[in-house]
C-alpha cells in the first residue's frame, strides 16, 4: 500500500459496541459493485444478490443458555456478492488508503480499515471479467503483512462473477459487545442499510445464513414485515444547502426509538431519538402502533462525516457569527420537524389529544392538588404519553411545580428590588401578577394536604374490616396511619407526620410532641416518673401511649394523651393492667405531678391544665362494660362513649371511640374538602367484627 498501514490503524478508533460495522462496510461495498455492474435500478434489484455466512466456532465449544438452547461464539463472516468484482481499477483503489473511485457515493476509502480493527484479517477473492476475459484474483488483508498476492490469472474455468470477502477472527472484545443472533444482526444490518430500501435506485437481495437457523433470513421479507406504510421522500433546503428526508414508518419491536438518522456515503452514520409533541411509545395510525424514522442525505453530510463513519463534524448548535452561516445539527433538526409532523398527521393529533385526556383524568381523579399548576404549563407541557404510570405522570407534574416555586423565588428577589425606571402602576402590575401565581401554588400546596387525608382515610378503611381468613390487619398498620411508632415531634413534618386529626382538629396542629411508644419515665422534660411500659419493638404496640402539648408559652396549653389498643381485644377489667381508661387516667396523673417543661422550668398550674384522652378501641360488651364503669356516656350512634373525670388530680376531658366511628366521623368532617376537589365521598369501613 502506499500509505503505512500500521500507523493509519493506530489513528482509527472503531468502539466496541459498532463491532458490526466492518460487516456493514463490506455488505454496502458488495452493493456498489452490484450497482457498478448492472447499471439500472431494474436490473440491481432483479439480479444482484448478496450472501452473508455467520461463522461459528464449533458446537462443542458451545455456551448453554437458559431454556436448553446452545449459544456458539461467532469467529467471523462471508460475505458473497455478484457484483463486478475486483477489476485492475478497483484493486488499485483497493491499494491506496483515503482515495477511492466512488467519491460520488460519499466514500472515503477508509472502510476497510474497520475490517482491521475487529478482525484479525481478511481474505478476498474475486471474478471479474475484463478485456473480455474471465480472470481472478485471490489476496490476503492483515495488519502485519498488509496485502499479500493479489495478481490477475485468468480462470481456468467457468465461474460466477463477483467477489468473496472472509472476515476472519473476530476479536473477543467486539465479538462480546455486539448483537449475537442472525436474527439480532439482521435487523441492524436492515437498519444500517435501510436507505437502499426506501430509496429509487433498487436494492439487491439480500440473504443471512447461519447453522443455528432453520431457514435463512432475508432482508426483503425482514423489510415487509417490518414496513408499515409507504416511504415518502421530500427536499429542504437549510441556508441554501440542499437535504433530502426519507420518512418511513416501522412495525418493529416495542423499545424501538422514533429516530432521525443522519447517512453520509449511502451509510447510516448517526441517529438521536426525536422530541416531538405526540410522537411516544403509544403513537398508532389506522394499521396499528409505529416507529417512526426518518432518513437525512446530503451532500454537506457526505463532506463533513468523520474518516470513521461514526459521526459529523458539525456543530451541535450554532453560536454567534458562525450562527449566520454555519448549518449544525439544532438547524437539520428545527427544518426537519415540521416536515415529520405533516408526514405523521392525524396519528400524532391522535396521540396528543389521548395523552391529555390522560392527565385531566389523572388529576381530576388521583392528583387534584396539580390543577392550580396546570395554569402555568403551555401546551407542549400539558401533552403527555397515554401509556405513562401514574408514578411517572406525579414525578412529572412535581417537578413542574418545583419549577414555578423555583420561579417564583426569583421572581419574589426581583420584586424586593425594584427598577429604579419602574412607574407605580407598571410596579403594582408586577406585584399584582406574582401574588396571584403565589397563591396558585398555594392552592396547589392546600390541595396535596386535602388528597393526603383522602388517602389516610381510604388506607384507613381498608385496614379495618376483617379479611377473608377472618384475621385483622396487623395493629402496627393503623397504628402508623395515626403516629408513627418510636418518633418524637423533632423527626416530623408537623403536617404530614402524624394524622392526629382523625381523632380532632385540634390536634393537626400541635407542634410540641413529647413523644410516641416511650415510656414517660425515659422523657425527662414531662418530669414524670414511673409508668413502665412496652418497648417500641413489642408486638404489644397497642397498649403504648401518645403524649402531646401545645407550643410552649401559649396562653392555652393543654395535655392530650391517645391510648390505642389492640382491634377487637376482649381481656379489659379491673387495674391499669386491663383497663385503658384507668391506664390514661394515671398518665394524666403522673404528668400532672412532673409538670417539667423542656427547658427545665416547672409548668405554672400543672395542675389546673386541659387535658384530652382519646382511648380508640373497638366497643366489644367488655369494653362498653369499663366505659359504664367510668360513668362514661354513650353517644347516640352507638361508636364512642365521652364524659368528665373530676378527679383534683386528673380533671381530664375523655372520649371513648370504636375504630369505625374513628373512621365516620373523620370522613364526614371532610367530606365538603373532597367533593370540592373532585375526589368524591369516602365510604366508610363495613365492619363486621362483632
Not at 399584582?432 to 390541595?447: F, G, I
Not at 389498643?565 to 386491663?578: A, D, F, I, V
Not at 364503669?629 to 388530680?649: E, H, K, R, T, V
Not at 370504636?658 to 373512621?663: A, I, K, R, S
Request: charged residues 25%; glycine residues 8%.
Amino acid at each position: 500500500m502506499d500509505t503505512h498501514l500500521q500507523g493509519r490503524l493506530r489513528n482509527f478508533t472503531l468502539p466496541r459496541r459498532s463491532g458490526l460495522i466492518p460487516l456493514f462496510e463490506a455488505v454496502v461495498n458488495s452493493i456498489h459493485a452490484i450497482e457498478e455492474r448492472f447499471g439500472t435500478p431494474e436490473a440491481v434489484g432483479n439480479s444482484g444478490t448478496i450472501d452473508i455466512h455467520i461463522r461459528r466456532e464449533p458446537e462443542q465449544l458451545a455456551l448453554n443458555l437458559p431454556g436448553g438452547r446452545r449459544q456458539r461464539t461467532i469467529t467471523g463472516f462471508e460475505i458473497v456478492d455478484n457484483g463486478v468484482g475486483f477489476t485492475q481499477q478497483n484493486w488499485d483503489s483497493f491499494n491506496q488508503l483515503d482515495f477511492t473511485l466512488k467519491a460520488d457515493k460519499g466514500c472515503k476509502g477508509v472502510g476497510r480499515l474497520t475490517w482491521l480493527k475487529a478482525f484479525d484479517d481478511v481474505a478476498i477473492e474475486s471474478w471479474y471479467i475484463e478485456d473480455q476475459v474471465l480472470n481472478h484474483r485471490s489476496f490476503d488483508f492483515s495488519k502485519s503483512r498488509e496485502v499479500s498476492g493479489g495478481e490477475a490469472k485468468a480462470s481456468k474455468m467457468e465461474h460466477t462473477i463477483g467477489s468473496r470477502v472472509f472476515l476472519r477472527g473476530f476479536r473477543k472484545s467486539y465479538a462480546a459487545s455486539v448483537e449475537k443472533t442472525a436474527e439480532a444482526i439482521a435487523a441492524r444490518l436492515l437498519e444500517h442499510t435501510i436507505w437502499y430500501f426506501v430509496r429509487k435506485a433498487g436494492v439487491p437481495k439480500i440473504v443471512i445464513h447461519d447453522e443455528q437457523l432453520d431457514a435463512p433470513i432475508d432482508l426483503d421479507d425482514l423489510f415487509d414485515e417490518h414496513m408499515h406504510a409507504e416511504s415518502k421522500h421530500e427536499e429542504f433546503t437549510i441556508k441554501g444547502v440542499l437535504f433530502d428526508i426519507t420518512h418511513v414508518k416501522f412495525r418493529l419491536k416495542q423499545d424501538r426509538k422514533h429516530v432521525l438518522a443522519y447517512c453520509a456515503g449511502q451509510r447510516l452514520v448517526l441517529e438521536e431519538q426525536i422530541d416531538l409533541p405526540g410522537l411516544t411509545s403509544s403513537v398508532q395510525d389506522h394499521d396499528g402502533p409505529y416507529r417512526y424514522a426518518g432518513y437525512i442525505v446530503s451532500d454537506f453530510l457526505d463532506e463533513r462525516v468523520v474518516a470513521e463513519r461514526t459521526g459529523f463534524d458539525i456543530e451541535d448548535e450554532a453560536e454567534g457569527l458562525l450562527a449566520e452561516t454555519e448549518i449544525s445539527l439544532g438547524d437539520i433538526r428545527e427544518a426537519a420537524a415540521p416536515l415529520i409532523q405533516m408526514f405523521l398527521g392525524q396519528s400524532l393529533l391522535d396521540n396528543i389529544e389521548a395523552g391529555q385526556k390522560r392527565l385531566q383524568t389523572f388529576i381530576q381523579t388521583k392528583a387534584p392538588h396539580y390543577l392550580p399548576i396546570v395554569r402555568h404549563m403551555d401546551g407542549d407541557e400539558l401533552f403527555v404519553d397515554p401509556s405513562t404510570t401514574d408514578a411517572m405522570l406525579d414525578r412529572a407534574l412535581h417537578t413542574r411545580k418545583y419549577q414555578v416555586e423555583q420561579s417564583l423565588l426569583e421572581e419574589g428577589s426581583r420584586l424586593l428590588r425594584p427598577d429604579l425606571t419602574d412607574t407605580v402602576e407598571s410596579y403594582s402590575e408586577r406585584v399584582a401578577s406574582y401574588m396571584e401565581k403565589l397563591q396558585t401554588v398555594k392552592q396547589s400546596d392546600l390541595a396535596a394536604y386535602v388528597t393526603h387525608r383522602r388517602v389516610v382515610l381510604d388506607l384507613l378503611g381498608s385496614a379495618l374490616p376483617i379479611k377473608d381468613d377472618g384475621s385483622f390487619e396487623r395493629e402496627e398498620v393503623v397504628h402508623n396511619l395515626l403516629m408513627p411508632m418510636g418518633v418524637t415531634s423533632e423527626d416530623l413534618d408537623h403536617l404530614r407526620g402524624s394524622n392526629l386529626w382523625l381523632l380532632n382538629e385540634r390536634l393537626a396542629f400541635h407542634q410540641h410532641y413529647l413523644g410516641s411508644d416511650k415510656s414517660l419515665s425515659a422523657l425527662p422534660f414531662t418530669g414524670a416518673t414511673g409508668g413502665k411500659e412496652p418497648d417500641i419493638v413489642s408486638l404489644n404496640i397497642y397498649d403504648n401511649p401518645h403524649l402531646f402539648g401545645e407550643v410552649e408559652g401559649a396562653n392555652q396549653p393543654s395535655i392530650t394523651i391517645v391510648e390505642i389498643k389492640r382491634p377487637m381485644r376482649k381481656n379489659y377489667g379491673l387495674g391499669e393492667e386491663k383497663d385503658p381508661i384507668d391506664q390514661a387516667y394515671n398518665y394524666v396523673r403522673r404528668i400532672r405531678a412532673g409538670g417539667v417543661l423542656r427547658s427545665g422550668r416547672r409548668i405554672a398550674n400543672a395542675s389546673e391544665i386541659p387535658a384530652y384522652i382519646y382511648v380508640l378501641a373497638d366497643l366489644t360488651p367488655k369494653m362498653q362494660e369499663r366505659c359504664e364503669y367510668a360513668a362514661l356516656n354513650a353517644s347516640p350512634d352507638g361508636l364512642s362513649y365521652f364524659g368528665w373525670n373530676n378527679n383534683p388530680s386528673i380533671k381530664a376531658y375523655i372520649e371513648v371511640i370504636d375504630f369505625e366511628g374513628l373512621l365516620g366521623a373523620a370522613a364526614q368532617r371532610n367530606a365538603a374538602f373532597f367533593e370540592q376537589l373532585g375526589l368524591g365521598s369516602t365510604p366508610t369501613a363495613s365492619i363486621r367484627r362483632r
